[in-house]
C-alpha cells in the first residue's frame, strides 16, 4: 500500500514522540517500583507530574529512558548519521556523569565498552530486559522509510548493552510502531504490526492482559501494548500505563514515545509540558527534527543531496 509523505506532519510527529517519550518518563518516575494498590492509596489516580518517587527527582525530572536516547540522538546529529562508536561514547561520558538513575545491564554493557572498547555484549539469557527498547525512539526516527536500517541499528545499538532475542524483537517491532505512527497509519495497521510480533513470540501476547509491568521487555511491551491499543488519547494512555506501577518510567516513556507519534503535540497535556524543562525540551525539539532530517527518506523527498 502506497503512503503518502507529508515530511512536514512526519516532522511534527516525531518532535511529538520524543516529547512524549520525556513526558511520560517523568510522570511515570514518581510510581517506579510501587504496585497498582500502593499507587491508589496514596494517590488515587497519579495524573500529574510531581516529581518524588524513590529517586527524588524535581518536578518535571527525568530518568535513564530519556537521557539514553538524548545520547542517541546527540551521536547521530554530531556524526550526521548513524555512528555507533559516537553513541557508545555518548553512553561512556553520560556514565562518568554519575546519572541519576542507571539500570545494571547498561551499566555492564556500558562499562565492557569503556574498558574494552567493546560494542556488542555477549548474549546473557539474563538480559532481556526493556533498557535498549527504552531508548529506541532516536533510532526508529533516524530509520523513518527504511525497515532495512532500522533492523539493522536497533540490533547495534540495543547490543551495546543488551543482547537477547526478546530484546532484539521489541526493539525491532517499536522502531515500526514508531514508523507507522509517524506516517500517520491508523491503530488497525498497527495492531497487525503488534500481532505480527506474538506471532513470532508467543510471550509478547497481551490479551488477556497479566497486569505486570515489570523490567522484563515482554511484560513492558504487554503493559505499553495493553493501553496504547485500549485507549483513546494521549493522555488516557499514559496515566492508565503509568498507573499500573512497576517500571512504570520505562512503560510511561514507550507509551509517550508511541502516543505521541500517534496523536500528535496537540494531544500533549499543556499542564505537563509546563513542568518539564524548558532548555531540556529545546534540545529535544532540535534533536526530534535533525533525526528526520538526516533520514534518505527526507533526502529522496526534498531532493537534498
Request: some cysteine; hydrophobic content about 40%.
Amino acid at each position: 500500500m502506497a503512503i503518502t509523505v507529508n515530511m512536514q506532519d512526519i516532522h511534527e510527529r516525531a518532535e511529538a514522540a520524543f516529547f512524549g517519550l520525556a513526558v511520560g518518563d517523568a510522570l511515570g518516575a514518581t510510581v517506579e517500583f510501587m504496585t497498582p494498590g500502593e499507587i491508589t492509596a496514596r494517590y488515587g489516580c497519579h495524573k500529574d507530574i510531581i516529581g518524588g518517587g524513590w529517586l527524588h527527582l524535581e518536578p518535571g525530572g527525568v530518568t535513564d529512558d530519556t537521557e539514553m536516547s538524548l545520547c542517541i540522538a546527540r551521536a547521530i546529529d554530531a556524526a550526521h548519521g548513524w555512528s555507533l562508536e559516537r553513541i557508545a561514547e555518548n553512553f561512556a561520558l553520560w556514565l562518568k556523569s554519575k546519572p541519576v538513575d542507571i539500570g545494571d545491564t547498561c551499566r555492564r554493557g556500558i562499562r565492557n565498552y569503556m574498558l574494552k572498547g567493546a560494542l556488542e555484549t555477549p548474549f546473557n539469557e539474563w538480559d532481556a530486559g526493556n533498557g535498549a527498547c527504552m531508548r529506541m525512539l532516536p533510532v526508529a526516527l533516524h530509520t523513518v522509510g527504511n525497515n532495512d536500517m532500522l533492523v539493522r541499528y536497533a540490533l547495534a545499538q540495543g547490543h551495546l548493552t543488551h543482547n537477547h532475542p526478546l530484546s532484539d524483537e521489541a526493539c525491532i517491532a517499536l522502531g515500526r510502531l514508531v514508523h507507522m505512527a509517524v506516517f500517520g497509519m491508523s491503530k488497525v495497521s498497527m495492531r497487525k504490526e503488534a500481532e505480527d510480533l506474538f506471532a513470532r513470540h508467543e510471550n509478547f501476547r497481551f490479551e488477556p492482559y497479566r497486569g505486570l509491568a515489570t523490567a522484563y521487555v515482554v511484560d513492558t511491551m504487554q503493559t505499553v501494548f495493553h493501553h496504547f491499543f485500549k485507549t483513546r488519547d494521549f493522555e488516557e494512555c499514559l496515566i492508565r500505563t503509568v498507573n499500573q506501577g512497576g517500571d512504570a518510567d520505562t512503560t510511561g516513556a514507550i507509551a509517550g514515545m508511541l502516543a505521541g507519534a500517534y496523536y500528535g503535540m496537540e494531544s500533549i497535556p499543556k499542564r505537563w509540558l509546563r513542568k518539564m524543562d524548558k532548555n531540556l525540551l529545546g534540545e529535544i525539539s532540535v534533536l526530534a527534527k535533525r533525526m528526520i532530517e538526516l533520514t534518505p527518506l527526507h533526502n529522496q523527498v526534498t531532493g537534498s543531496p
